[in-house]
């Protein structure tokens, strides 16, 4: 009975915008006062099937028609749920004072609440066709919420960037909506994922192996709305729009393409080599991504490239077979991104009458770049740097699995903090502190801390998603490489990092600190940054050449 | 006879170069509600020719017909006439009708597919008249800023050219997917790369309505009350009954 509540957790919104849409003549700015209200009822029976569904109620399917139009009452759909209507909820709240003088007030929140509306359906969508009207309309209102500044041509411009990206990424959901479709005859999800695992080696209609194809239209799909690597120029751009508006897309929207990989997991648990290419599409994101974040000059631009390399990071843990991680890491990289936004503005505020810094021993050694004249032997720290991180991963991730075998991919999530502990054990080490091992010792007490509560908690949204300890297994190993060749990898790649680090540490010691010129070749890698690796601009080369050929082709058929 | 039958098909489903004379003629047809008329008829007129003659279609038709579609979806970026606007994308999508009549599709599911694209073109062919009588011409870039002297006018048109570029749930979106659902792979792959085109294009349309900065000294009177909640319901009765239609069964094609 309660499951059938997730129908007016996806209508609410809807059908508030359509009254605040209609009564807005007659209540005028008082709309807020409807829509905060329903934002609020919204997240609160979210959190009430979220509890529902803790207290143990089973994964049902609401039908309400027969082709299609359902909805999925699933874990997955009620975390989502709950993520989605906060943020929504928050952002409502903090719009109502911030966005008091914009004259087009009351259009924004009913363009807010439809927002809300269409994300719900689409996370909650039980069928193919219900998820691509959702998938389709997130990016048409997306469009609108970003150019609400009707007066800049700008955000118009970066808005189309934008929404042509997402429709670019329709067009693989839509092929393997019509894929799935033609081989099994039903649009529903639960039907199509119990016939693929059926029928695991099934062809589609154009004899390519169905669960690959599929797989891989999907991925494409989820790095288009998630900003991947040659997918996400229009990611930093999108700035012109409403603080809200960033919000909400940078801690919500941007987000999708790893929940659309957990929808889809019984098809990419099946599509071999798939999730390779996922993991390496998500890498090369993460590092351009940062790399391209530290060269920005405009604080904008390098929270968007900032959210482009969290993005990377979450499509790695996809591909990694961490689905579950890649879940937690939506939600915490939501929050702590959303809170970025909305509270940008009263940063900036407080920094006009003091910065705020502290002229402490970290101001000193992060801004003034002071290091301590008194070194600690550098063998010492960097055996410490080392092996302090791998133990403390290695005892998280010890404490929450009962099996001594540990899965590829939790060994590569393990490898990549193991090198984030270290680098943060590095860059304390020559502090100038009076209580350097106090300094290091409470390094070690965060990073553990931090650790476990990663660990565990992604633990428990591994066990409250796929409560299937085999399928779970399946979803590594379709992500996993031959035995051998993974711990060659692993070795390699072991031996390169600490070698790395003895360097570093080495060079950090002993190095004369004066300031080299730099090369030719990194002023030009500098200059190819700089410029974005030029790709938007190529695209925009692609852009004026078919406009181009339109004009022409209009001049030589004298327009009719 | 034959020819004379594909010729006729090819009009009114229009393949080009013969889909100049629907565009040619769709431009000069005066009043609006002549205009929806003809959106409605047109290619239920074409289907009515290929399916009482019994014509043998030729299997290339379907690939010309899907060239011409991708052929005046790019024609549609450097548009900015409203009207000529309309009769490209009409042109582009009857000409996908194509691909399901050369596939051996019904005709009933034809006709629904047809009757979802036109029936999508209406609410933008009734806006043209309100554009010309406000602005003097339904033309994009002669007035920017729309949105706020005009911002009635302005959701209509949005609505109007989401409508016609195949916006879920209106019936277009619903028409394109019964086109794709018989569609081979490579087709819907290129079908759906004129969807883009037609969303590119609704784009570059807008923006020369709605963005900017208004430029002229006086604001004509935006759309009254009663026209707005007309059209409004015109939208919402088009997709709400796509949507019921669709959701019971009545696709067109699945």
Known sequence: MMDKFIVLLVALPLLTAFVAQVLSDKLGRRVVILSVAAGTLTFALAVLLLAFKLGGHGASRIVLAPVWGSLLFDPLTLL???????????????????????????????????????????????????????????????????????????????????????????????????????????????????????????????????????AGLIALSAFARSAQFLLHTWLPYTMDGPTPVSALMHAGIVNAGAFIINRFAPVFVEANGVLHWVFLVGLVTAVIGSVLMLSQNDIKKA??????????????????????????????HGLFKGTLFLASGSVIGK????????????????????????????????????????????????LVTDSSVIEQGAIILLFFGWVTGAQLLFSIHRMDSETPWRLVTLAVFSLTLVVLGYTFISHAFDLFLYPDAQFRARIYAAAGISQSEFYILVGVLTAVIVFGWMLAYRAASYHNERPKQPKRSWLDFYALVSRELYIADVYALLGRWLIGLSARLNLYLRWI | MAILSLLAIGIFLPLFPLSMVWTAFFKYVPWAWLRALILLAWPQIGLTIAFSTHAQLPQWAAGWGLLTAALYALRMLTLRDFSTWIAFIAASAFALLWIGLVNGNSEAVLRFQGLGFSASFIIAAAVVPMLKNRLGAAYGGLHCGMVQRLPRLAGVLVLAVLAATATPLFPSFFALMAVLSEASFMTAVGVLMVWLLWSWAAVRLLQGFLPGVWSRAQTPPDLSLRTTWLSGLGLVTLAGAATVLSSMGFTGGW
């Open chain 1, 80 to 214: 989502m749920a709950v993520v989605i209507s906060g943020i929504s909820l928050m952002v409502h709240v903090y719009s109502v004072r911030y966005m008091a003088e914009d004259p087009g007030y009351r259009r924004f929140f009913v363009l807010l609440d439809v927002m809300t509306g269409v994300l719900l359906l689409t996370i909650a969508a039980g069928d193919l066709i219900t998820l691509l009207v959702g998938w389709n309309l997130i990016g048409v209102v997306l469009f609108f919420l970003l150019n609400h500044n009707s007066r800049s041509l700008q955000a118009y411009r970066y808005g189309f960037w934008s929404f042509i990206t997402y429709r670019f990424g329709d067009v693989p959901m839509v092929l393997a909506a019509l894929l799935l479709y033609r081989a099994f005859g039903t649009w529903s999800l639960p039907d199509i994922f119990q016939q693929i695992a059926a029928h695991p080696g099934a062809l589609t209609v154009f004899g390519l192996p169905l669960s690959e194809t599929v």
């Open chain 1, 351 to 398: 920094a006009r009458h003091d910065d705020g810094v502290p002229k402490d021993d970290l101001y000193t050694f992060v801004i003034e770049r002071r290091p301590t004249a008194y070194r600690q032997p550098w063998i010492l720290m960097a055996a410490i740097t080392l092996a302090v991180p791998a133990l403390v991963f290695g005892l998280a991730h010890w």
């Open chain 1, 303 to 332: 929270l968007g490239y900032s959210t482009m390399g969290q993005m990377g990071f979450m499509v790695m843990e996809c591909g990694v077979g961490a689905f579950s991680l890649a879940v937690f890491h939506l939600i915490a």
